[in-house]
């Protein structure tokens, strides 16, 4: 067995040579030529990767994902607004937490565990309230606990109608999921680097559209916390963009080229290429499911993610599954919503690996591997077949 599990979670996952190479160079100051370069030319490959419209603004923070949702949470919401959750899982609920605290005024619109809400019925939990009266409201892309991916096209829309920003966590998505911001209308999509963007952990990442800076700039009550504001952050952002270095709190440099060499690996693939391997991954991954008879927590076909899947152990198997997947060489995860925590298990198939139809080969003969460790008949060459008729496709 190699001496390290392959990542199959959803995140951290398997980085490509080229990010690996840019990571591991020696750490450049702040103020180096080639960190410079690195960073100018990753903020404006963010916007191309985000789909963003050039008056729009990157971020890029050292931190996780609940950095970048505690961000623009906390610059775009002041006591007492008012806030539309759709809660489809483990981090809506993470991010209703953060608008609490926030002193929000939180409404959330739920769906039974697999499924979203409808968006006539985020349409009408808009529409209770006086026309005006919401500022914001919040989504999760594709949500990590359920492997369930949400449409944002119509909550975009939704928002707009009620004049409120519209925010989408896009962590487990984000480059890997279609959503083009500009054309959505959205005005926030929060990722962190160690899931669809394919880097290592380390950085929150950000795309504020006009509208969501103007919210912050137009903001009355106290200033968010110091580095948590877009403020503090906006003057060296703006800087590295025209060339010239400057200084808030030190950038984590090494983060920065790793996140250079992804995206132009991203961009040189082109983006359209790069989500059609991904969604095709994605697709021959469930066909190696199904293969094995492995139900899927999405309740149709059409939310399920591209980027991951959440499935429920079959009959007489428990979450040993995911220990004897690990004994393989495979890291996989287990569940994480609180509904149906012990019932099911997830597969992140995600950004490097998408190009590596061996790593997926490896991932379902493991699964099925584990399965028979476990008593069950499961057929790995079998499921692999499905999966490859997809990949060949
Ligand atoms: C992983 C994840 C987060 C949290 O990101 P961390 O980097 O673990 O802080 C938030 N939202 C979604 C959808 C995620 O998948």
């Not at 469930?286 to 293969?291: I, L, N, P, S």
Request: with cysteine; glycine share 10%.
């Amino acid at each position: 067995m190699p001496d390290r599990p392959l990542l199959m979670i959803p995140g951290p996952i398997e980085v490509s040579p080229r990010v690996l190479a840019a990571f591991s160079a020696p750490p450049p100051s702040h103020l180096e030529a080639r960190l410079m370069t690195a960073f100018r030319r990753a903020l404006g490959n963010m916007r191309r990767v985000w789909g963003a419209a050039p008056s729009s603004q990157p971020f890029v923070v050292a931190g996780s994902g609940t950095l970048a949702m505690e961000m623009t949470a906390a610059n775009l919401i002041e006591p007492g607004d008012r806030a539309l959750l759709v809660n489809t899982g483990f981090f809506s609920q993470r991010m209703g937490e953060m608008l609490r605290r926030l002193g929000a005024e939180v409404t959330e619109v739920r769906a039974p565990v697999g499924d979203t809400p409808s968006p006539e019925s985020v349409a009408a939990a808009l529409a209770a309230k006086p026309e005006g009266s919401w500022k914001a409201l919040f989504a999760t892309h594709v949500d990590t606990s359920t492997g369930v991916r949400l449409d944002p096209g119509p909550l975009a829309g939704i928002a707009a109608d009620h004049g409120a920003l519209a925010v989408f966590d896009g962590v487990c998505a984000t480059a890997g999921e279609p959503f083009d911001m500009a054309a959505l209308g959205a005005d926030v999509y929060l990722t962190a680097s160690q899931k669809a963007l394919g880097l290592p952990p380390g950085i929150a990442l950000l795309v504020a559209s006009e509208r969501a800076l103007a919210a912050r700039e137009a903001r009355r009550s106290a200033p968010p916390p110091y580095y948590l504001d877009w403020l503090s952050w906006l003057p060296v952002h703006r800087a590295y963009e025209e060339g010239k270095p400057a200084y808030f709190a030190t950038p984590a440099t090494s983060h920065l080229l790793a996140l250079d060499a992804g995206l132009e690996e991203i961009l040189e693939e082109g983006m359209a290429a790069h989500l059609a391997a991904q969604e095709r991954a994605g697709r021959a991954m469930q066909a190696a499911w199904e293969a094995l008879g492995l139900e899927p927590v999405p309740v149709r076909r059409e939310l399920r993610a591209s980027t991951l899947s959440a499935l429920y152990f079959p009959p007489g198997v428990d979450a040993a599954l995911v220990a004897r997947i690990g004994e393989r060489g495979v890291a996989v995860a287990g569940g994480l919503h609180p509904e149906i925590r012990g019932r099911y298990f997830r597969v992140g198939h995600m950004g490097y690996v998408v190009r590596r139809p061996d790593l997926l080969r490896r991932t379902v003969e493991a699964v099925a591997g584990g399965l028979q460790d476990l008593g069950r008949t499961a057929d790995g060459a079998g499921a692999w077949a499905a999966a490859e008729a997809v990949l060949g496709a």
